[in-house]
Structures are given as structure tokens and as C-alpha cells.
């Protein structure tokens, strides 16, 4: 327990002061998660508003697959990527292994199917409500799928941000596809394991802190955005 | 809104270009535990102008990470491993640079009486009769080799175990944590152990066997098998490990008054 | 661009092998307003989507005198239950130009006049989902006329409305059919029809029944159910 208590209260000092490694760290997951979560769902949306238009033979089939990736062990993904960007593997060439990229990659696909599967409910009910209004005013299916993605914004937000915090938590893929190195691919995530590991219990309960910080503000900002669908506002 | 916006991007992205050059190295984690590499690189940096990436694995998949050429280089402490990859065409040759000795950690009450052994068999023929518990690394490094060997050359098969054997399959950190945590008996290189801020009840129990040596070498990716390889980088980094500025600093390297590498390499 | 004379042959819509409408056989020529009555259940709804596309046409035929992709461009559908995009009135007003490539200010002048026409100027930056549904089937109304359609069906426009809103959406329906505009509308509200009424269609179980001028129809109607039906009693 004083162990925790001395942990807590370094913790404090460095995020008061705003420690470089912690800042530095901080900065890294942020650009890692953030261009994750922009090119997940640059995919992720459009997929979603074109299932929900298009009526094709195997979109219950996508539908379902799409649903069951969700369930996709991250670590499982982390362990493909590597394999694929290792020098020995077919993506090798590009010599991405080690660097946030492989991280973005990985992240991003860990995320496109949750943000594609909540978007895809949402964009499912607007479109049983427009359904009739669209197809009478003669509307192309690309005019469709923009003015479902366009009238689902906040719902869409709320898909994006499910995956921002499902991101931000993540640790075993970015480790084994980042490799962990300081100053290059340390982000809060795995650096925590790593300073636990060393039993320096300081730095990890610091960057603990603010991932925990993190992920509720997200979760806060879930919150409030659903409350303002419900009222119809913005 | 949108200016707030634009601010919190280049806040967030500001700040990632590098001027120097790179290189990747491969360290076992009983290595970094030391904090050896933490008075090395700044000076590397500074001399060389090289940024030196350190993978810290263990050494089986730092040899791995060698033989696919995911690195440039490799610094890691199992002989007969490492004679292995050079013979196998992945590195062109290997280079040792300084050495430091294995303990045997465990708990300050001591129920297996290791203190008293004269030799490091005798040690782990002790904790293999009182079935006290015991920490292994499991995770195919340098010094789960070791500890491998010395369970054999103990006449123990670690094979035949029971539920004593705690196999973690981690680094040093890592393992020593859980020994802490277990209260159990461990075999951790000495700079591991010394640096580590964990210790609990642990103490130093038994060392100075000439068997428990324990010999770091550096060596680099066969520029042959993977044209990509940054083989000059490599070259240059070896060079200065073997240099006068590297043998002092190595040297001197101590923690609490210990020092825990001598620097043994031939210029 | 003329739509019409329109001839149906032998036009019939049905799911899972249940005729719901058909086979009908019809001739319109666009007289301005042609009224669908009709007991509940007849088909009215399903003859009004059957004739703008909404329904697929499982037999038969549908020719309208220009071909087809015309016909779908001139034509406008206002639903029993009216379909509000999440947005606010202008922007549920200027939605079907915007969809057809007008510039956005041309078309918000557009929507401005029939705000005013429809009444609801004041509401323009209201959310649409937050009008009563006297204001929504306005809205609709207005929105549907901002392609300018050549023939405007409308189902049951009024069905779920009060007095006052039923007397404005006339007004409107009136004025439409006063610039040009064809408009087939369906009502189960005998006076609706009387009102509205040039030609009028009577179904009866997914058929046409008959098939007459307004004067014709309500002052002399040829069938017994037609009959019944106009006496108010119910008709099976």
C-alpha cells in the first residue's frame, strides 16, 4: 500500500509538471490513435451507409462478418501485421515494421469493424425512415448514402469515438508491431507495461492516470453527444 | 471552432521530425534492465550523431529479429546461440564487448538454504529438494539458456518440474517482479538485479561461481542477406563499442557503488 | 413534357404470391384532379405507388406518353405520414433541388416563395422533426412541389390532420391544380372528394370499380357498392 501511495503522489509531481517523458509519450498515442480513428472511419462510414442502402446477395453475409470482427482479438491482429510488415514477409519492402505506421495500421484494423457495425445500425434505422422519401424523389445511391451520413452525424460521431476509446486502451498489437522503442513507437499504453514491468511504478501510475482520463472524457463526450440526438439539437 | 481545431492538430503532430541518423539494435531485456543503455546512447548520439532504436527483446527473438533482418544489429549474451547465427550466414561475425556475472535471487528467509551452497549446482540441487518456489524466465533468452544449463549440468531435468517452477515467459523486469510477488528464488544477471525497484523481500543469495559468467556480444545483420540493412551504421556503432570512450564509461558504470559489466572487448 | 394520356393494362402488384392491386386497366388523360376513393383496404395506397414506381410491377403494363426515366422526374409522392429529413424546413425545402444540381441560393429563393405560399415563413430554421403534422404535411406539401412536377400524387394527405390544417392543405391542392399541375390524390373523406374531385377512381378490393367524371360519380354512380359507399353505409 505505500508502495501505491509514493506511486501516487510521483505520479502527481510529473503530471504537474508536466514531465517531458510523459508529455512526449502522451503526444505519440495521441497521433497514433487520432490518424487511426480518422482513416478507420474515413472507411468505416461510407462502408456502413453503403450496406445500408445497397441491397446486394451477400449484404446479410457482410453484415454478419462485419458484426463477428468486431469480436477480433487485437493481439491476434498485432501478430498478422507483424508477420505481413517483417522484413521476411510480403509488405517487408516497406520497411514499416517498428514504426508508428505499422501502430496506425494495426489500429486501424482493430477499429473499422466497431465503428462500421454501431455506424451501420444507426444508418439502418434513418434509412427504414427515408427509405420511401428517397427512392420517390429519384435520388442516386451516392446522393443517398451522403444524405444518410450527413442527417446521421452525431450518431457517426458516437461510432468514431467507440472506436477512439477502444484504440487508445489498446496494447498488445502496437506492441508487438511497434516494437515499444523509446522515442520512436512508446506509447501510454505499452509504455505502462513496460515501466511496470520494471517495477518503477511512478511513471506508470502517471501515464495510467491520464489514459484513464482519457478514455472517461471520451466516454463523457459519448454521453453528451447522445443526449443532444435524443433533444434534436445540431 | 474551427481554428481551435486546426491548433489542436498541429499541437498534437508538431514535433515529429528528426534530423539524425537511425539505426535499429535489438538488446535483451536483461541488458536494458541494467540502465546501461540509458548512459549509452546520449554519448552515442553525441559522438556519432546516431540515433540508436533499441527493440528490447529477449534473445531468442532478437537472434529471430536478426535472421529476418527486421534490425541492424544484435546485442545479446548466449554463446552458442550466437556462434549459431554467424555460421547460419546472418551475421558476419560476432564481437564481444564486456561481460557481467548471473545471482541467484531469492527470499531473505531463505528456506532452501542457497546461501550455504558452495557451488551453483549445489544451489539449484537445493531449491530442487525443498520444492521451494522458483522463478524461470521461459521466455528462450540468454539467460533462460543459462538457467537451462545449469539445471542440467545440476543433473535436474526442468522438463520434470512441478508446480514450484514458475515458467513467466518475460523479461528480467518482469520475471524478478513475479518472484517478488511469489517470494521465490530466481537466476537474474547481477545488472538486472541491482537496478531493479522492486525488491520486496528479495535478497542477493548466492554468486562468484566462474559457471554463472555471463558474456554480452554485439552482432551485426549480414548486410549479404538483407541489402537494407544499415551495415555502415552498424560497423560504426561496433567500432565505438570496442573504443577507449566505451570501455570507460562501461567501467564505470555502477549502481549503489556496484559496478556490473567489465568491459572485455579486443580493439 | 406531357406525362399523360396514361394507359395501364392489366397492371398488378403482388407479394409472395398475393395479388394485392390488380389487374387493372385505366386510362387517364391528367384532368386536373383525380380523386382514388375507396373502403379502407381497397388498394388505394398500393394503386398510387403502383402508378409513380414506388410498388413493383409484378404483370402488366404501365405507358406513360413520354418514356419512363421523364415520367419519374416530373413526378412528386406526398406520403400519408409525412417524411421529415432531420434537418431544419429550409433545408427539407431546398433538398430535392440540391439533389437535381441547383445552386443553393437559387434554390433557397424558391423555397423562401413556397414557404410563404404553404404558410410556414416563420419556421425556416425550425428543426423539421419538431413541427405538429398539420406543419409537416405543408412542408412535404411545399417540398414537393419545388421540382415542379407535372403530376403530384398525394395518399391520404390529410387523413391524420384537424379542421384548419386540412382546409390549408386544400387551398394549396387547389392552387396547384390552378397552375397546371395533375395531381392524383386518395381519401377515404367522401366531402374531400367532393371538393377535390374532376375525375374519380372507386376501388374496391385491389380493383378498379369505377371509373368517372366527378358529376358523374357522386351524382349518379353506377355500381351497388359505389352506391353504398356514397350513402356512407360499409362496404365489404
Not at chain 2, 28 to 46: E, Q, R, Y
Not at chain 2, 118 to 127: C, G, N, R, Y
Not at chain 2, 172 to 182: K, P
Request: aromatic fraction near 6%; glycine fraction near 10%; charged fraction near 20%.
Amino acid at each position: 500500500m505505500g508502495d501505491l501511495w509514493a506511486g501516487l503522489s510521483e505520479a502527481f509531481r510529473l503530471l504537474v509538471t508536466l514531465d517531458g517523458d510523459l508529455v512526449e509519450i502522451t503526444l505519440r498515442s495521441l497521433q497514433v490513435t487520432l490518424s487511426a480513428l480518422v482513416i478507420g472511419s474515413v472507411i468505416a462510414l461510407p462502408l456502413a451507409a453503403f450496406l445500408a442502402v445497397r441491397r446486394f446477395r451477400w449484404r446479410r453475409s457482410v453484415i454478419a462478418v462485419l458484426n463477428a470482427l468486431m469480436g477480433l482479438p487485437p493481439v491476434v491482429v498485432g501478430l498478422v501485421v507483424y508477420v505481413i510488415l517483417s522484413r521476411s514477409g510480403p509488405f517487408g519492402v516497406l520497411g514499416l515494421l517498428f514504426t508508428p505506421v505499422a501502430m496506425i495500421i494495426a489500429q486501424v484494423i482493430i477499429i473499422v469493424p466497431l465503428i462500421a457495425s454501431i455506424a451501420h445500425q444507426s444508418l439502418r434505422d434513418l434509412w427504414s425512415d427515408y427509405h420511401d422519401l428517397l427512392i420517390s424523389m429519384n435520388v442516386t445511391q451516392g446522393q443517398k448514402m451522403r444524405t444518410l451520413l450527413w442527417d446521421a452525424r452525431r450518431a457517426l460521431l458516437t461510432a468514431s469515438l467507440a472506436g477512439f476509446g477502444r484504440a487508445i486502451g489498446e496494447v498488445g498489437a502496437i506492441m508487438i508491431v511497434g516494437g515499444n522503442i523509446e522515442n520512436a513507437t512508446r506509447v501510454l499504453t505499452t509504455a505502462i507495461a513496460l515501466e511496470t514491468g520494471k517495477g518503477d511504478f511512478a511513471l506508470a501510475l502517471g501515464l495510467g492516470i491520464i489514459l484513464v482520463g482519457l478514455a472517461i472524457t471520451v466516454n463523457l463526450c459519448i454521453h453528451w453527444l447522445s443526449r443532444t440526438e435524443q433533444e434534436g439539437r445540431w | 471552432m474551427r481554428r481551435v481545431f486546426v491548433a489542436l492538430v498541429l499541437m498534437v503532430w508538431a514535433g515529429t521530425a528528426t534530423a539524425q541518423e537511425t539505426m535499429r539494435l535489438a538488446v535483451t531485456t536483461s541488458f536494458h534492465n541494467s540502465g546501461l543503455a540509458d548512459v549509452l546512447l546520449p554519448v552515442i548520439a553525441d559522438d556519432l550523431g546516431l540515433e540508436v532504436q533499441l527493440l528490447i527483446v529477449g534473445t531468442g527473438q532478437a537472434l529471430k529479429l536478426g535472421q529476418a533482418g527486421d534490425v541492424d544489429a544484435i546485442l545479446v549474451h548466449s554463446r552458442a546461440a550466437e556462434e549459431a547465427f554467424v555460421s547460419g550466414g546472418y551475421g558476419p561475425h560476432r564481437t564481444e564487448i564486456m561481460y557481467n556475472d548471473f545471482v541467484v535471487i531469492g527470499p531473505e528467509s531463505d528456506p532452501a538454504t542457497v546461501g550455504n551452497a558452495s557451488t551453483a549446482s549445489e544451489a539449484l540441487k537445493a531449491i530442487a529438494r525443498s520444492q521451494a518456489a522458483f522463478v524461470s524466465r521461459g521466455d528462450d533468452s540468454g539467460t533462460h539458456k543459462k538457467e537451462l544449463a545449469l539445471w542440467h549440468d545440476a543433473g535436474q531435468g526442468a522438463d520434470g518440474f512441478g508446480p514450484w517452477y514458475n515458467a513467466v515467459g518475460a523479461g528480467m523486469g518482469a520475471a524478478l517482479n513475479t518472484a517478488s510477488g511469489l517470494g521465490a528464488y530466481i537466476l537474474s544477471d547481477r545488472a538486472s538485479w541491482l537496478n531493479f525497484g522492486n525488491k520486496g523481500d528479495l535478497a542477493l543469495l548466492f554468486s562468484g561461481d566462474p559457471v554463472l559468467f555471463n558474456q554480452y556480444a554485439y552482432l551485426p545483420v549480414s548486410a549479404e542477406l538483407h541489402s537494407h540493412v544499415k551495415s555502415d551504421l552498424a560497423a560504426q556503432l561496433e567500432a565505438w563499442l570496442i573504443g577507449p570512450k566505451a570501455a570507460e564509461l562501461i567501467n564505470a558504470y555502477s549502481i549503489g557503488g556496484e559496478t556490473l559489466f567489465t568491459f572485455n572487448a579486443k580493439p | 413534357m406531357n406525362l399523360f394520356p396514361l394507359k395501364v393494362r392489366g397492371a398488378m402488384t403482388a407479394r409472395r404470391g398475393k395479388i394485392l392491386v390488380g389487374p387493372v386497366d385505366l386510362d387517364l388523360l391528367g384532368v386536373g384532379i383525380t380523386v382514388v376513393m375507396g373502403p379502407n383496404g381497397s388498394g388505394k395506397t398500393t394503386l398510387l405507388r403502383l402508378l409513380h414506381g414506388a410498388a413493383r410491377l409484378t404483370s402488366g403494363q404501365i405507358e406513360w406518353a413520354c418514356d419512363e426515366t421523364q415520367a419519374r422526374r416530373n413526378q412528386a409522392f406526398v406520403f400519408q405520414r409525412p417524411v421529415m429529413l432531420r434537418r431544419t424546413v429550409l433545408e427539407n425545402l431546398i433538398y430535392p433541388l440540391q439533389m437535381r444540381g441547383v445552386s443553393r441560393a437559387l434554390a433557397t429563393e424558391q423555397a423562401n416563395d413556397w414557404s410563404v405560399r404553404v404558410g410556414l415563413e416563420k419556421m425556416l430554421s425550425r428543426n423539421a422533426t419538431t413541427l405538429s403534422g398539420g406543419e409537416q404535411q405543408k412542408l412535404a406539401l411545399a417540398r414537393a412541389m419545388m421540382i415542379k412536377p407535372r403530376l403530384l400524387f398525394l395518399d391520404e394527405p390529410t387523413a391524420a390532420l384537424d379542421g384548419r390544417a386540412m382546409r390549408e392543405i386544400e387551398t394549396v391542392i387547389l392552387a396547384a391544380r390552378a397552375q397546371g399541375t395533375q395531381l392524383i390524390l386518395s381519401t377515404h373523406d367522401l366531402g374531400q372528394g367532393r371538393r377535390l374531385a374532376d375525375e374519380a377512381l372507386f376501388m374496391l378490393h385491389g380493383r378498379v370499380h369505377e371509373h368517372a367524371s366527378a358529376s358523374d360519380f357522386f351524382d349518379a354512380p353506377e355500381t351497388v357498392q359505389a352506391q353504398a359507399f356514397l350513402r356512407g353505409d360499409i362496404v365489404e
